[in-house]
């Protein structure tokens, strides 16, 4: 049972290209996240599907966009990277689109991707 | 402010010693959730908490809901224990809000 999973792990980009990065998991959620971790700062959302067929903005959307492909995908797409985006982005999932208890949220490896 | 406080940021111990991991909120929350962070990047989830405490191994959580914290103890700490360790709480159906982590180190 994978889980989660995110690829790449590591990505170097130069200042305008455009990547995607790709998220699955395999435990049947509804619910999925792209999150982005910079030092000294909490993890901060970048979008989320609350569940397939709808994306929402989270704190930090500007710069990208997201697809839900199917009720395991969720992609987030840079389409003009810029230097300011260089973090680490992390791809989650839970049953439903919650905080509350009950509500275990699983993480993806984290992807590195440095904006030059 | 950030809505949720950690302390200590940084924390070094020895084998062996008790470790206690803080966090504060200012915000009304249904749950408060423990996460770790290895070296690798990987987050798993440790704990949720509602009210009062929770055991699992040698991490103990709790939670006082009247004074908005929650402390994370590790008894007989070890080196594979040496993570970042993120407080993070919800309130309902809103997003999680999660503190900055605290990066521990436990020595031989």
């Known amino acids: 049972n994978a889980g989660v999973t995110q690829t790449p792990k590591f990505q170097v980009l130069k200042t305008g290209q455009s990547m995607t990065l790709q998220c699955a998991q395999d435990m049947n959620h509804n619910s999925m996240y792209w999150y982005r971790q910079d030092p000294g700062m909490g993890l901060r959302l970048i979008y989320y599907s609350a569940s397939e067929g709808t994306t929402d903005k989270g704190e930090v959307p500007n710069g990208y966009n997201v697809s839900r492909l199917n009720k395991r995908e969720f992609s987030l797409r840079l389409e003009s990277a810029a230097p300011s985006q260089t973090s680490v982005y992390f791809c989650a999932s839970s049953e439903v689109f919650s905080g509350s208890a009950g509500n275990t949220i699983y993480f993806g490896e984290g992807s590195w991707l440095t904006v030059v | 402010k950030n809505e949720v406080e950690q302390s200590p940021q940084n924390l070094t111990a020895q084998e062996g010693e008790f470790i206690t991991i803080n966090c504060s909120y200012s915000v009304g929350i249904s749950a408060l959730h423990w996460l770790q962070q290895h070296p690798g990047g990987g987050i798993v989830s440790l704990f949720m908490l509602s009210s009062g405490k929770k055991k699992h191994g040698r991490l103990i959580a709790t939670i006082n809901i009247q004074e908005k914290h929650s402390s994370l103890h590790i008894t007989a700490s070890h080196p594979r224990d040496s993570a970042v360790y993120i407080c993070?709480?919800?309130?309902?159906?809103?997003?999680?809000?999660f503190g900055t982590g605290t990066r521990l180190q436990v020595f031989p």
């Open positions: 993070a709480v919800g309130k309902g159906t809103d997003k999680l809000i």
